[in-house]
């Protein structure tokens, strides 16, 4: 009876969210949960329940994996806002369940935060999870990635069936540890590979079987790359989809010797791509349905959208704050476009998560990079710019190219007014939507 009642009051608030325009992905699930914060053991869940989880890239690999599903005639739920904490999961699973708690679909696939597995999974458990990566991510809030990883395998009894990033050695140790099938994917050497690491810390350096440090191949960033202890079996190989022939100018990739486009040319796109493929192909979907979605009819990046403005090109990425490896290829990515460019950089609020601000991850952050010839401006925006200027000044770039702005409606038509044609947004989700929304008046008025 009280199961019934959450659903029922989890769907009127969520179409009385919508009624008066309010955002529906959280809210719901907050009044629903808190009645009865066990409520997710009490439905009955489809064949596959599908989690993915990882410090960066579940969103658009959960993307991709939905699509892929739904061209293979599944009936699939997912949250497609990208809210995964235990909250937006419970709006998203009760509202698709009928009174009697059975979920009214083929599958159900989850991008969930990695401290939130434990939330929605702790008694009912997934037919499959994929793990993006671990790497020092929120370190105010998650502390190592080795807690990271606790976090996420303290959900797990060993009938889930993971397909991980082989590539990062924090998530492959899952290997010796884990009791359940594991299958791995991860990237073959590309011409941007580094023979040694071009960080001055990684997150993952030791064997975590017998402690002996790593040797690596080669590195594609950070910690990831082609590594293998000396000293014991524990590796990055044998992988069971392996990716070669990365060409990021033309977006294609080859996976167990088929091409395949990926939807932005930069590092992540691929991982994003292989972790879907993986996956779809674990559960069996066929080649004809993959080159479809991954070919013909590749879902567009949800990052590193371009809007063009009379002469000059705007493209808008969002690094994850917090994330010095998300902010790494972004910026790889913006040193890498010809031409000169104006970078706009900054933010309101550290997190989401919670209130307290750290800033202490500015400086594992690789802003050197930026002191580029290419790079004429950086605009700092947002309540730490004073912060961020301050770090770019130890980063030695020239006080001449960092402009400060005060007033945010000045952001768009101040980079507007530099000479460089092409403008990079490296911002994370807080100003996002304002630099959008200035985007969208500026091309009204224009046109």
Known sequence: MLRAFQIELNKLITWVCKLFGYNSTVFPGSITYNIRQNILTKIKYPKYVIGVTGSSG????????????????LNVVYNASGSNGIRAITTTILNNCNIFGKMKCDVLLLEIDERHLHLAFNKNKMTHLVITNITRDQPARNGSPDSIYEYIFKTLDGSTTLVVNGDDPTVSK?????????????????????????????????????????????????????????NCKFSRNPLDFCATHLNLDE??????????????????????????????????ISDEILDDTLNKNIKEAKRGHEYKIKDKTITMLESKNENCL????????????????????????????????????LYDVDFEMLNDNSIKK?????????????????????????????????????ALNEKAKNIYTMVCFDMTAIIKNQIKEISNENN
């Open 58 to 73: 579940k969103g658009t690999t959960t993307d991709l994996i939905a699509t892929t599903l739904k061209k293979a005639g």
């Open 174 to 230: 899952c290997k010796l540890l884990y009791p359940g099938k594991v299958i791995t994917y991860g990237l073959e050497k590309t011409k941007d590979s580094y023979e040694t690491s071009n960080f001055l810390s990684v997150d993952s350096a030791y064997c975590p079987g017998c402690h002996t440090k790593l040797k690596y191949n080669f590195y594609h960033y950070g910690h990831i790359g082609d590594y293998k202890c000396p």
């Open 251 to 284: 977006k294609t990739i080859k996976i167990n010797n088929k091409t395949f486009r990926i939807n932005k040319n930069i590092l992540y796109a691929a991982y994003n791509t292989l972790g879907a493929y993986s996956l779809c192909k674990t559960i069996g």
């Open 326 to 361: 998300s902010y790494f290829q972004s910026i790889k990515y913006i040193v890498d476009q010809d031409g000169d460019k104006t970078v706009i950089l900054g933010f309101d609020n550290v997190s989401r998560r919670y209130k307290f601000n750290d800033l202490s991850w």
């Open 378 to 414: 950086i605009i700092c925006i947002g309540r730490f710019k004073y912060d961020v200027a301050n770090r770019l000044k130890y980063a030695s770039i020239p006080e001449n190219k960092i402009i400060l702005i005060n007033d945010i409606k000045d952001i768009l038509s101040t």
